[in-house]
Structure formats: C-alpha cells, structure tokens
C-alpha cells in the first residue's frame, strides 16, 4: 500500500490530480500517522481529525464536479498555534490564552481554506513565539523526531517536527528572529521566511510586529515554493503587507539553475565559532553550488554582530507591548488571587498574568518595558533601530555584489532538552545567523544540507535574498537539492530513524 | 470638600494665568479610524465591534485614509504645516475601556503643527471687537476609546458600582487632538478668551464638516490646563488638567474657577499639585483627579503595525482647496450682505443661528425677517426648553416661508406667530398651518371699511381727538377694528384708512 505521508505536497497533489487517491484516504493516513507518532513528538497541541476530513470530502466532491482546483487543494496541513483559527482553539503555547476559541481566521489560514487544504489541527511551540526550543511552550516540549531526547528548534518545533516526522506533508511557521529556519535546520526540513510583507500577518498573534513573517515549512524546496504561492500576496487587512504580485517561486523552485550566479559567503557568519561538523557541511555545499556554475565572493556585513543585541531589544519592546492585551478581562485565562474575598480588576490582572505567563514572557516583557520606559528609549529601543538600519545598509552593500548571500542556518546541531534551559544567553544565540535577516525584512530560507560529523543530526545551510527577490532562495535551494540527492541518493529524511508506535510496533 | 477659592478679581491683580486646551474632535467619517466597523452613536452596546477594534489577538489595524483627510484639511485650516511623512505611535498605558491597552496616537511625528486661531472676543472698551491669537502646537490623529457603564450605585460612577459593563462601540473611532501652545496674556479676560477659543474652533470644525460637534455628545471634549504665575514673572506656574469640559458655559467657568483655587493657595503659602481635575457642572467646582507628572511614562514607540502616513504634496494642495470660508470672514460678509448692527450680528452669533439664516435667506426670507425670526420666537423657545434651535419643526425653508407670507401681506406679525407655533407643534408648513386654521388678513376692503366706519361710530371722543390731529389716539381706534375683525385684519391699512376717514 502507498505511504501517503512519505510523499511530498507536490507527489500527493499529482496523486490527487490523476485520481490515484482522494483527499480523505491521504487526510487519513497523516491522521493515523499522528495517532500512532505524536504520543513520542508532542508536534501538535490540537488535532482536529473532524475538521479536516470534513474539508478532504469538499475538496473531494469540488474534483468529482469537475471543479478548477489550485496546485496543492486536497493536501493536508498543519498550522502553528499562533495563528488565529476560526472555532480552533488557539493558544500561542500560552496558559494565557487557554481555551480561546478566535472568531475569526488568519489570512493565511483563509487562503489555505480557499485553496482546499484540510487543516490537520495546531502545532506546538514556544510561548508567544519566544524560545529557540519549544521547552518554552506551556503545554510541554516537542520532540526532535531524529532523537526525541533533543530538541527540535524554536519556537516553531511544533510544524518543523510535525513535518519531519511525516505526520503532516506541509506546516505554516512564523519567523520573528529565525523560528521557521533555525528549527528546519535542526530537523532536516525546508524552512522559508519570505520577504517581510510577503505573507499577511493578519490574524498572527504578534511577538514582534516589525519582525514577525508566516512561512512554509516543508520536507523539499519545491513544496515550499508551491506553499509560498498559497498564502503569498497582498491582504488589505494588513496596511504592513507588499501590494505585489508573488513572486515566481515555483518558476524558481522546478527550474534551480545557479550558473553564473554570485554567492555571497558572509564572514564572521561562515563557520567561526560554529559546531565543526556544522562548518564542513556548509563548505561542502557551497562547493556543490559552485560545481553547478555559481561563483564564491566573500562579503562583509559588520553591522550583523550586533544585531543579536539589537533584535532582543526591539523584539521584547514590541512584545511588551503586544502582549498588554492579555489581562483576564475579556479571552483566556482569569485567575482570582488567593485568599482575596472580593478582588479588584488590576489583582485578578496580576494573578492572571503570574499563572498564564511563563517564565519567558515575563523575562521579555520585563525587558522590553524597560528598554521602552521614559530615559531608556534613546540608549536602548533607540539605539537597537540605528543597528537596524545599518544591518540594512550592509545587506544592501553586500547584494550589489552578489545574488544572494549564504551561511549556516544555526550554530549546532539539535542540541538536548533543558540543555540551555537555564542559559538565556546562550538559547539566544542559537539566533545568531538568523536574526538579520528579520531586522532587514529579507527573505530567508533554510534547506538541509547533511548530517553532521560528530553526532549524525541535521544540519542546515540558509541562503538570503534581497527583499523581494524571493525567487532566488528557491532558485540556489533547488540546485542544492538536487545536488545533495545526487550525492545521497535520497533526501536527506529518509535517513531519520524510524519512530516507536504502532505503525513501527 | 470644597476647596478654597478667593475673589477672581482679587486672584487676577496678584497672578497672571497661562492656560492651554486639549481638545478632543471626534470624526464623522462613516468608519473608525483602523477597520470598517460603522461609527454610529447610540446604538445597541458591542454592535459595532469586530476582531480589529476589540484589539483580539492577532487583528491588525489599517488606516482610514478619510479621516488623515480630515486631519489634513483641519491642519491646514489651522494654518498648520502638513507634515509630508509622519508616524502613528503606540502609547502603553492600562485603561479599562482600551482594549489593547495601549493607544494608536501620533507622538513625536504629528500630521499637522504649528498653526494658529484667530479668536474675536468684545473688546475691552466695549465697542466692536478684538482679536486674539492662539497658538496651536499640533493637531494629531489617534482613536478613541470605548465607553464603560457601572451598574448598581446610586450616582452611575464606578464608586458604589455593584459591576462595570464595557461597550466598544466608541473604541477606534477617529479623533482629531489639537494641542495649543502656552496661551499667555490673557489676563482676565482668560475664562473669555478659553470659552471664546473652543467656541471658534468647534465652529471651524462644524465649517469642515468633519464632526457633529456636538459636545453634549462628547463628540468634542475639553482639557483645560491652568496655572498661574505671579504678575511680572516668567517662568510657569505648577499646571492643573481639568478633564472633560464639555460645554463652552462650563469652559469659561472651570477656569474661573481654577484661578480663584490655585490663587487661594498660593496665597496660602501654599504649592499647586500637578494633577488632573473633574469637573462638577452641577456645582461649579473642581476635584482633584490623579497626581501627572510631566513625562507619564507611556512607553511611545513607532506603531510597528501600521505604515507610515505620507500624504502626497498634490493632495494636501487639493484638500486645501476644499476648505471653506474661514468662519469669521464668513459672518464678516454675512453682516454686510444682510446689513445687520454689530448687536444684531452678535445676537445672531450667541444663538447659533447663522447657518439658519444663511439658509433661510437663500431660500428667499428677507434677512430681517429671518433674523426676526430664528433670534427672536426661536430662540427664546429654545432657551426655555433647553434646546438647539434646529431641534423644532422648523427649517430654513419653512422661515422663508413664513416671511413671505408676513411680506405678500397674508399674515400680520401676531398671526405669523400663531403659525410657528403650528408649525412647531407639526402640524405641518407654514402655509398649511395657515390654511388649517384659517388665518388670512381680511383682504376685502369692503369688510374693513364697514369695520371702520363701525368703530368710529361707536368711539366718537376718540375720533374727535383724531380730528384735532392727536393722531397716536388712532391707535386705540386700530385695536378696536382689529377686534372687529378677529384679529384678521392688516393694521397698517386699518390706520390708513381710519386717518384717511378722520383726517383727509
């Protein structure tokens, strides 16, 4: 029998077209698939099996009518918790927001809708987005499906280990510091942050307005690509959205020719101070995109040390901000403080706000109303935006030399649960290679690129492209897939271990 | 408690007071100021609300580029500049009726700055008028909050309330700020010229036709910062910020009051607390609000949801070219073309009827029959019951009406009056009424002639008296022909005739 969840978005889309099999039978199999794996993953925090059956038969009956249907309609998928799902509850992987049932849909997940894409249920992740783990998440962790006594990147480990694990052939992430590459990175999966405005926000809950970016989390380039064109575009909802065509990433994706193109290698983001085996890797395919035609120029981008700096205090400043709204009244949690017969509005507030928020969001809201508070703003908020706009300059410097620039997408390998949980330092820099990318609003993608010496686990290779020029990430991506399943033989997944549970049983 | 207060003259020959307004405008576009819920006052609580203006998790705002341009046509009639690129901010601060729990507002990067309002109070000599120059600091755009409803006290105010109702159909409605500088100079004449200032502007804002204006709606709201300095110093007395002022009577007074207050203290030796104030419109007084220090910590920083506003050069000249009249060359022309005394114009002015006239006039009224008529009956009516003039029955068109009927010699001044009532009391127009209730001049000379001759034959000594040229005794004469005649008759033919019999 066919393994539906082996396939890709692209295989079982041609499956559906050809009428092999029908939405509901590939619908079913991911649902079994996360019946029998998830107890081990922890990838979902809802999985609305009756949901999304009932919108496997509609695309099902539309096809049987005969009705015109987009590329990928009849392909399950599943969504991060942050974002708001009409009748789903929706949490953010917060306590806070427990039991919020939104009234409404995300755009992104209307257009998933319009295009017949039954939606699996929620994916875990970091509360409000915060972590680079999802240890952070107040439902529990999620498991690296490669060793599930490690992590699988964050915030969005949920849709990354949801898709490496085959329980769903496509995830939507969202990326505010590197929360769909860093984790794509660590679980051998295709993570894409478009340019900033090239996918609404709405209906996202905000960590960082100015950072945050929905994106597709996929197992192969060209499935990303195809994701991207679902919920790319302009949304009049969302003033901060580019008013663009999409750009031709699937055009990109299916062609992936680098001839003549310049690679720009970043110094100082190139292999210093990251985990040996993680360095390798990356030489080892720039060399690949340079046996394919392209050219090597190494570039400098002073400004990117210190956007680490900057980006944790923009993000927490905005954070501080967007997160005020959670105080008991009207969604979500509300806490009576103890032993307080008749409590005022700001105590329930406090008590709330103490139960429902983890240890995380106080830290960052602690610290971005301080970088914000009247004294602080000019030495701190102030001095994060000039970065910022330096970070800009060095990108633009950088790109009228190159196409498009390339590093590794995180420093380590998978590392283990609770590891750095008592390090916030040092869970920040695993952000290190990602967070400029998010202060300039580039695109940026992260593709696998091999199994690291020392200890076997994934390894990603990230490539930026000027904004709007998405195009480019799927154009070098797909050469370098295609020359790394030359070299292997295989993606690189089918090499994961296979996971306990009933299927394996 | 009530504070202590000194006599205001007292006050004003030992400090000089600065003041500046805070006014609130709330905009009439038909949306709110960030998504398409319908601004509409006194509906049904949380009709008007969706994922955006409830601030729910993940809804993002979007500009109403209606009211940037009504921000930019009140900037411009401000004699503002127009800033060519500028910022929403969000303001962080814990406010029940907020459901963000912070602000969008503009901070450091207002649309509109530095402009003026020329202000015309009576001169100080008692002849004419003057003119006095507010200096505005800027006009901002930002959105309102919704509205709470405590339930179960006595008084409606959240002291004594069993519990709070919220209702967010206010929330994100557009408002306009505008700011003023310092206003120094005004001496005593500071509660006139603070009414005076908020009566010019919400007049311009009404020109606009960017809000109702109506401040007993709260769709305008006043801030009034007072404080005092000793005469012939320079440097800025401690401020207070009385909250909310909403009619131009209750301006004039709370400052009044503010002076008498901040002077009793300082007499006293004592020191103004920086704070905000209530105003009690029933007992003339002010209470003390929450300490406010100087730089409230609101955390402002750039809305990053939102992208800049950058209203294109072409626009801003094409939106000035849609102001209107500035209100006060307005009524200059007005006086002249309808040739009323400067007491006459002023009346028309106090009670709000220019408009009216205006309308009325172009309807076909003569301007002292319209002037007659909206300052006089109206108005007084209106006073009495507590009402705005253009709250009756009665429109433009119908007072034209009205005048023509008065001027075609249909009705005499009593029976037109008898008519507005009618027409108050909807029973219709003018000519209806007239109609319905059978009022009309005795036009048939014969019946006035018979009427004439009758009274003159039952009041000999007084037509005696007529005869031997007392003619004001003709007077009595008319009256009793008009009584002959119910009422119906036109007095001035009456008198002709009478002295044409008596004397000719």
């Given at each position: 029998?066919?393994?539906?969840?082996?396939?890709?978005?692209?295989?079982?889309?041609?499956?559906?077209?050809?009428?092999?099999?029908?939405?509901?039978?590939?619908?079913?199999?991911?649902?079994?698939?996360?019946?029998?794996?998830?107890?081990?993953?922890?990838?979902?925090?809802?999985?609305?099996?009756?949901?999304?059956?009932?919108?496997?038969?509609?695309?099902?009956?539309?096809?049987?009518?005969?009705?015109?249907?987009?590329?990928?309609?009849?392909?399950?998928?599943?969504?991060?918790?942050?974002?708001?799902?009409?009748?789903?509850?929706?949490?953010?992987?917060?306590?806070?927001?427990?039991?919020?049932?939104?009234?409404?849909?995300?755009?992104?997940?209307?257009?998933?809708?319009?295009?017949?894409?039954?939606?699996?249920?929620?994916?875990?992740?970091?509360?409000?987005?915060?972590?680079?783990?999802?240890?952070?998440?107040?439902?529990?962790?999620?498991?690296?499906?490669?060793?599930?006594?490690?992590?699988?990147?964050?915030?969005?480990?949920?849709?990354?280990?949801?898709?490496?694990?085959?329980?769903?052939?496509?995830?939507?992430?969202?990326?505010?510091?590197?929360?769909?590459?860093?984790?794509?990175?660590?679980?051998?999966?295709?993570?894409?942050?478009?340019?900033?405005?090239?996918?609404?926000?709405?209906?996202?809950?905000?960590?960082?307005?100015?950072?945050?970016?929905?994106?597709?989390?996929?197992?192969?380039?060209?499935?990303?690509?195809?994701?991207?064109?679902?919920?790319?575009?302009?949304?009049?909802?969302?003033?901060?959205?580019?008013?663009?065509?999409?750009?031709?990433?699937?055009?990109?994706?299916?062609?992936?020719?680098?001839?003549?193109?310049?690679?720009?290698?970043?110094?100082?983001?190139?292999?210093?101070?990251?985990?040996?085996?993680?360095?390798?890797?990356?030489?080892?395919?720039?060399?690949?995109?340079?046996?394919?035609?392209?050219?090597?120029?190494?570039?400098?981008?002073?400004?990117?040390?210190?956007?680490?700096?900057?980006?944790?205090?923009?993000?927490?400043?905005?954070?501080?901000?967007?997160?005020?709204?959670?105080?008991?009244?009207?969604?979500?949690?509300?806490?009576?403080?103890?032993?307080?017969?008749?409590?005022?509005?700001?105590?329930?507030?406090?008590?709330?706000?103490?139960?429902?928020?983890?240890?995380?969001?106080?830290?960052?809201?602690?610290?971005?109303?301080?970088?914000?508070?009247?004294?602080?703003?000019?030495?701190?908020?102030?001095?994060?935006?000039?970065?910022?706009?330096?970070?800009?300059?060095?990108?633009?410097?950088?790109?009228?030399?190159?196409?498009?620039?390339?590093?590794?997408?995180?420093?380590?390998?998978?590392?283990?649960?609770?590891?750095?949980?008592?390090?916030?330092?040092?869970?920040?820099?695993?952000?290190?290679?990602?967070?400029?990318?998010?202060?300039?609003?580039?695109?940026?993608?992260?593709?696998?690129?091999?199994?690291?010496?020392?200890?076997?686990?994934?390894?990603?290779?990230?490539?930026?492209?000027?904004?709007?020029?998405?195009?480019?990430?799927?154009?070098?991506?797909?050469?370098?897939?295609?020359?790394?399943?030359?070299?292997?033989?295989?993606?690189?997944?089918?090499?994961?271990?296979?996971?306990?549970?009933?299927?394996?049983? | 408690?009530?504070?202590?207060?000194?006599?205001?003259?007292?006050?004003?020959?030992?400090?000089?007071?600065?003041?500046?307004?805070?006014?609130?405008?709330?905009?009439?576009?038909?949306?709110?100021?960030?998504?398409?819920?319908?601004?509409?006052?006194?509906?049904?609580?949380?009709?008007?609300?969706?994922?955006?203006?409830?601030?729910?998790?993940?809804?993002?705002?979007?500009?109403?580029?209606?009211?940037?341009?009504?921000?930019?046509?009140?900037?411009?009639?401000?004699?503002?500049?127009?800033?060519?690129?500028?910022?929403?901010?969000?303001?962080?601060?814990?406010?029940?009726?907020?459901?963000?729990?912070?602000?969008?507002?503009?901070?450091?990067?207002?649309?509109?700055?530095?402009?003026?309002?020329?202000?015309?109070?009576?001169?100080?000599?008692?002849?004419?008028?003057?003119?006095?120059?507010?200096?505005?600091?800027?006009?901002?755009?930002?959105?309102?909050?919704?509205?709470?409803?405590?339930?179960?006290?006595?008084?409606?105010?959240?002291?004594?309330?069993?519990?709070?109702?919220?209702?967010?159909?206010?929330?994100?409605?557009?408002?306009?700020?505008?700011?003023?500088?310092?206003?120094?100079?005004?001496g005593d004449r500071a509660p006139e010229i603070a009414k005076a200032y908020v009566a010019t502007l919400r007049d311009l804002v009404k020109a606009l036709g960017i809000s109702d204006v109506k401040m007993e709606q709260g769709s305008v709201r006043c801030d009034a910062n007072v404080s005092l300095r000793p005469i012939g110093t320079e440097k800025l007395g401690t401020r207070t910020e009385t909250k909310n002022v909403n009619s131009l009577r209750s301006i004039e007074r709370a400052v009044r009051y503010e002076i008498s207050r901040q002077a009793a203290i300082l007499d006293g030796g004592g020191s103004i607390t920086q704070e905000t104030r209530h105003w009690h419109e029933d007992t003339g007084v002010t209470t003390a609000g929450r300490p406010k220090s100087d730089a409230d910590d609101y955390r402002y920083f750039p809305e990053p949801d939102l992208v800049p506003v950058a209203p294109a050069a072409e626009l801003v000249e094409e939106l000035r070219g849609t102001l209107p009249e500035p209100p006060a060359q307005r009524r200059k022309r007005l006086q002249s073309d309808w040739g009323y005394s400067d007491l006459e114009m002023r009346d028309v002015i106090n009670a709000g009827a220019i408009d009216l006239i205006d309308e009325s006039v172009a309807a076909g009224a003569t301007p002292a029959g319209a002037r007659k008529w909206w300052t006089g009956e109206l108005a007084r009516r209106a006073n009495v019951e507590g009402k705005a003039i253009d709250e009756f029955n009665v429109t433009p068109a119908y007072v034209a009406e009205l005048d023509g009927l008065v001027k075609g010699g249909?009705?005499?001044?009593?029976?037109?009056?008898?008519?507005?009532?009618?027409?108050?009391?909807?029973?219709?127009?003018?000519?209806?009424?007239?109609?319905?209730?059978?009022?009309?001049?005795?036009?048939?000379?014969?019946?006035?002639?018979?009427?004439?001759?009758?009274?003159?034959?039952?009041?000999?000594?007084?037509?005696?008296?007529?005869?031997?040229?007392?003619?004001?005794?003709?007077?009595?004469?008319?009256?009793?022909?008009?009584?002959?005649?119910?009422?119906?008759?036109?007095?001035?033919?009456?008198?002709?005739?009478?002295?044409?019999?008596?004397?000719?």
């Amino acid at each position: 029998m066919t393994d539906y969840t082996r396939m890709t978005a692209a295989e079982i889309a041609a499956a559906l077209a050809s009428g092999d099999t029908t939405s509901v039978e590939v619908t079913q199999a991911h649902l079994d698939r996360i019946a029998d794996v998830d107890g081990d993953i922890h990838a979902f925090l809802q999985v609305d099996a009756e949901g999304a059956l009932a919108a496997a038969k509609a695309v099902d009956d539309a096809r049987a009518a005969g009705e015109q249907l987009g590329a990928l309609a009849g392909v399950p998928i599943a969504v991060k918790d942050i974002l708001a799902t009409k009748g789903l509850e929706t949490t953010a992987g917060s306590k806070i927001l427990e039991g919020w049932i939104p009234p409404y849909d995300a755009t992104v997940v209307s257009k998933l809708r319009a295009a017949g894409m039954p939606i699996l249920g929620k994916t875990n992740m970091d509360e409000f987005a915060m972590g680079s783990s999802t240890e952070h998440s107040a439902y529990g962790p999620t498991r690296n499906p490669w060793d599930p006594e490690r992590i699988p990147g964050g915030s969005g480990g949920g849709s990354a280990a949801a898709v490496a694990a085959f329980e769903a052939p496509l995830a939507i992430g969202t990326d505010t510091g590197g929360s769909i590459r860093q984790p794509a990175s660590v679980t051998g999966t295709v993570g894409t942050k478009p340019t900033y405005g090239g996918v609404s926000r709405y209906g996202i809950i905000a960590l960082a307005s100015s950072l945050d970016q929905a994106g597709p989390c996929t197992r192969s380039v060209l499935d990303a690509a195809l994701l991207h064109e679902v919920i790319g575009g302009h949304d009049v909802m969302d003033s901060t959205s580019i008013d663009a065509p999409v750009p031709p990433v699937v055009e990109a994706a299916r062609r992936g020719d680098v001839s003549g193109m310049k690679i720009g290698v970043i110094k100082g983001i190139s292999g210093e101070g990251f985990q040996p085996g993680v360095k390798q890797l990356f030489d080892e395919s720039v060399q690949l995109l340079v046996d394919r035609g392209a050219s090597v120029v190494e570039v400098e981008c002073p400004s990117f040390e210190k956007g680490l700096a900057a980006y944790y205090l923009i993000m927490p400043s905005e954070a501080s901000s967007n997160l005020a709204r959670y105080d008991a009244m009207r969604y979500g949690l509300r806490v009576g403080p103890e032993g307080v017969d008749s409590p005022s509005a700001e105590q329930v507030m406090a008590a709330t706000r103490e139960a429902g928020f983890g240890d995380e969001v106080k830290r960052r809201v602690i610290l971005g109303t301080y970088a914000l508070s009247a004294g602080y703003y000019d030495a701190y908020y102030g001095q994060a935006q000039k970065v910022r706009t330096l970070i800009a300059r060095d990108f633009a410097a950088a790109y009228e030399k190159v196409d498009v620039l390339v590093t590794p997408t995180a420093p380590t390998t998978a590392f283990k649960l609770g590891e750095k949980l008592d390090d916030p330092m040092a869970m920040y820099l695993n952000d290190v290679a990602t967070i400029p990318a998010n202060l300039a609003g580039v695109p940026g993608m992260s593709i696998p690129n091999g199994l690291a010496a020392e200890d076997g686990l994934p390894s990603g290779f990230q490539i930026l492209a000027p904004a709007t020029k998405d195009e480019r990430l799927y154009e070098v991506a797909a050469a370098l897939e295609a020359a790394l399943h030359d070299k292997w033989g295989a993606p690189i997944l089918a090499q994961a271990p296979a996971l306990a549970g009933k299927a394996a049983g | 408690m009530t504070d202590a207060v000194i006599d205001y003259d007292e006050a004003l020959a030992t400090y000089d007071p600065v003041m500046g307004f805070e006014v609130h405008v709330e905009l009439n576009t038909d949306t709110k100021m960030f998504c398409g819920c319908a601004t509409v006052f006194g509906a049904e609580p949380n009709s008007h609300v969706c994922p955006v203006c409830l601030g729910l998790p993940g809804a993002l705002p979007v500009v109403n580029g209606k009211a940037v341009e009504s921000a930019i046509r009140l900037g411009l009639a401000l004699g503002c500049d127009i800033a060519s690129w500028c910022r929403f901010a969000r303001k962080n601060y814990f406010y029940p009726d907020m459901p963000k729990n912070f602000q969008t507002s503009q901070y450091d990067e207002p649309i509109c700055f530095d402009g003026h309002l020329d202000v015309e109070i009576p001169a100080a000599s008692g002849e004419g008028t003057e003119t006095f120059r507010v200096e505005i600091e800027r006009a901002h755009m930002e959105e309102d909050t919704g509205k709470s409803l405590h339930v179960g006290g006595a008084t409606g105010r959240i002291q004594g309330a069993e519990y709070s109702l919220v209702d967010f159909n206010r929330a994100g409605i557009p408002l306009i700020e505008i700011v003023t500088k310092p206003i120094e100079g005004a001496g005593d004449r500071a509660p006139e010229i603070a009414k005076a200032y908020v009566a010019t502007l919400r007049d311009l804002v009404k020109a606009l036709g960017i809000s109702d204006v109506k401040m007993e709606q709260g769709s305008v709201r006043c801030d009034a910062n007072v404080s005092l300095r000793p005469i012939g110093t320079e440097k800025l007395g401690t401020r207070t910020e009385t909250k909310n002022v909403n009619s131009l009577r209750s301006i004039e007074r709370a400052v009044r009051y503010e002076i008498s207050r901040q002077a009793a203290i300082l007499d006293g030796g004592g020191s103004i607390t920086q704070e905000t104030r209530h105003w009690h419109e029933d007992t003339g007084v002010t209470t003390a609000g929450r300490p406010k220090s100087d730089a409230d910590d609101y955390r402002y920083f750039p809305e990053p949801d939102l992208v800049p506003v950058a209203p294109a050069a072409e626009l801003v000249e094409e939106l000035r070219g849609t102001l209107p009249e500035p209100p006060a060359q307005r009524r200059k022309r007005l006086q002249s073309d309808w040739g009323y005394s400067d007491l006459e114009m002023r009346d028309v002015i106090n009670a709000g009827a220019i408009d009216l006239i205006d309308e009325s006039v172009a309807a076909g009224a003569t301007p002292a029959g319209a002037r007659k008529w909206w300052t006089g009956e109206l108005a007084r009516r209106a006073n009495v019951e507590g009402k705005a003039i253009d709250e009756f029955n009665v429109t433009p068109a119908y007072v034209a009406e009205l005048d023509g009927l008065v001027k075609g010699g249909r009705l005499n001044d009593s029976m037109a009056r008898q008519v507005l009532e009618g027409v108050i009391d909807g029973e219709g127009s003018p000519t209806q009424v007239a109609d319905a209730r059978g009022l009309e001049l005795v036009q048939d000379d014969g019946a006035l002639e018979a009427a004439v001759d009758k009274v003159i034959a039952a009041n000999e000594a007084i037509a005696a008296k007529v005869r031997d040229g007392k003619l004001n005794a003709a007077g009595a004469l008319i009256g009793q022909v008009m009584k002959e005649l119910k009422g119906q008759a036109d007095a001035a033919k009456a008198r002709e005739l009478i002295l044409a019999k008596l004397t000719g």
